[in-house]
């Protein structure tokens, strides 16, 4: 089959997805040209658990011992109320002893797929895109200024994509009703350094840690902390210190003994998520990935996986010589790229 013909592709978002879209179009010979809103791009969040599939993109791209060597493996995942009642115990041995999950830093993951991204690099930060020609691949940034036109358009600007619509209504858009407040502290003599651990007050409340190993220029293993509780109640100036400590050391008394250097609420970010599934995920020459394309509660522990696995099945399709490429896209994750990268790594139980 001859090869496809270099493509000017451009990317709107330079989060997760939108690097690994551009490191891996870069790589395959593209010319990925990115928009990011943010004058200064940045990761957003403190850790997180990647799964198998999307660590076998980053095998794919040359990145999985680089990862491996600042993430923490996760070979269990563990939930039980603060009664003592087991609710969770999963353990990715018993699926297949060669796999595992990576408690991984989100500056750790940005910082290598920066770095990655080779050659002649176009970034447009500070630059919002307002508006999405679809049929002829044309931008239209806030400042009215047009920008194309390109073959392709991968819209990758997060959960609450101000681009998602202009492809299509959606089936599914409306913010999740549980948020978080969240925080990096030292994994120092953490009882459970190989797994996410998690506390549940009946369905109303959750306490979760999750070892995030270190992030380039700082080795300090750190772990990644989350507390979640109703959007309502995410409200920092109504957020007394002294309740929410009591109420952390009533679930889960080690957690709370880990953030007493943290102040409250001051110390913890705060997050609001969506649940977002379009009708239709590609439109002339426009696709969906990431958040943008399917946004969903990271309790479901697919939170970075999927906007790390999304760009694969693009970078393979934008390889075939097609007049209709978005139409060939999957929007599954790379399952086949998981059994391959499992077939030949070995000692992965965590």
């Given at each position: 089959m001859a090869r496809a013909r270099a493509l000017?592709?451009?990317?709107?978002?330079?989060?997760?997805?939108?690097?690994?879209?551009?490191?891996?179009?870069?790589?395959d010979g593209h010319v990925p040209e990115v928009f990011e809103r943010v004058p200064w791009p940045g990761?957003?969040?403190?850790?997180?658990?990647?799964?198998?599939?999307?660590?076998?993109?980053?095998?794919?791209?040359?990145?999985?011992?680089?990862v491996l060597g600042h993430g923490r493996r996760i070979g269990r995942l563990y939930?039980?109320?603060?009664?003592?009642?087991?609710?969770?115990?999963?353990?990715?041995?018993?699926?297949?002893?060669?796999?595992?999950?990576?408690?991984?830093?989100?500056?750790?993951?940005?910082?290598?797929?920066?770095?990655a991204w080779q050659g002649a690099r176009a970034l447009h930060a500070g630059c919002a895109i307002a508006a999405i020609d679809c049929e002829r691949g044309l931008l239209t940034d806030q400042q009215g200024r047009r920008h194309?036109?390109?073959?392709?358009?991968?819209?990758?600007?997060?959960?609450?994509?101000?681009?998602r619509g202009q492809l299509g209504?959606?089936?599914?858009?409306?913010?999740?009703?549980?948020?978080?407040?969240?925080c990096l502290v030292d994994q120092g003599g953490w009882a459970?350094?190989?797994?996410?651990?998690?506390?549940?007050?009946?369905?109303?409340?959750?306490?979760?840690?999750?070892?995030?190993g270190t992030r380039p220029g700082d080795a300090r293993p750190l772990m990644s902390f989350f507390w979640s509780e109703p959007v309502s109640a995410l409200d920092s100036a109504a957020c007394d210190e002294g309740a929410w400590r009591r109420d952390?050391?009533?679930?889960?008394?080690?957690?709370?003994?880990?953030?007493?250097?943290?102040?409250?609420?001051?110390?913890?970010?705060?997050?609001?998520?969506?649940?977002?599934?379009?009708?239709?995920?590609?439109?002339?020459?426009?696709?969906?990935?990431?958040?943008?394309?399917?946004?969903?509660?990271?309790?479901?522990?697919?939170?970075?996986?999927?906007?790390?696995?999304?760009?694969?099945?693009?970078a393979t399709t934008c390889a075939r010589p097609s007049r209709s490429r978005c139409r060939r896209v999957s929007p599954a994750t790379p399952g086949s790229a998981a059994a391959t990268w499992a077939s030949t790594t070995s000692g992965a139980a965590g």
């Open positions: 000017h592709i451009a990317i709107v978002g330079y989060g997760t997805a939108g690097q690994a879209a551009a490191v891996l179009l870069a790589a990761p957003v969040g403190a850790g997180f658990l990647l799964q198998p599939t999307g660590l076998a993109v980053l095998w794919r791209m040359g990145l999985l011992d680089t939930g039980r109320t603060a009664a003592g009642r087991a609710v969770m115990d999963m353990r990715y041995r018993e699926l297949d002893p060669r796999l595992f999950g990576l408690g991984l830093q989100r500056g750790a993951l940005f910082s290598i797929l920066d770095s194309g036109p390109y073959d392709l358009v991968v819209v990758a600007d997060g959960a609450a994509s101000a681009l209504p959606a089936r599914l858009d409306r913010p999740f009703p549980w948020g978080a407040r969240w459970w350094p190989g797994e996410l651990q998690q506390r549940y007050v009946s369905a109303r409340r959750m306490a979760g840690m999750l070892p995030v952390l050391a009533a679930v889960w008394p080690e957690a709370a003994d880990c953030l007493a250097p943290v102040p409250v609420p001051a110390g913890l970010a705060v997050a609001r998520y969506r649940d977002t599934v379009p009708r239709d995920w590609h439109r002339g020459r426009a696709v969906l990935i990431g958040d943008a394309a399917h946004a969903m509660s990271p309790q479901l522990g697919q939170g970075v996986t999927w906007p790390c696995s999304m760009p694969w099945p693009c």
